[in-house]
């Protein structure tokens, strides 16, 4: 399920003492990188000059 995700193999997996239920809902609550690196892309304004500011 790490690499549908676009995790590393081992992220959650090679985790010692977690069973396998607690990988798979780990892994189901998790966040997509892709998806959240897209979303502050879409919902961040982009960082520029303020039009308030007068540098010289």
Known sequence: MEWMQGLDAGWVTATPDLGRPAQLTAL???VVPQQAARALE???PPLGRCPRCRIR
């Open 28 to 30: 189901g609550n998790g």
């Open 42 to 44: 879409l919902l961040a």
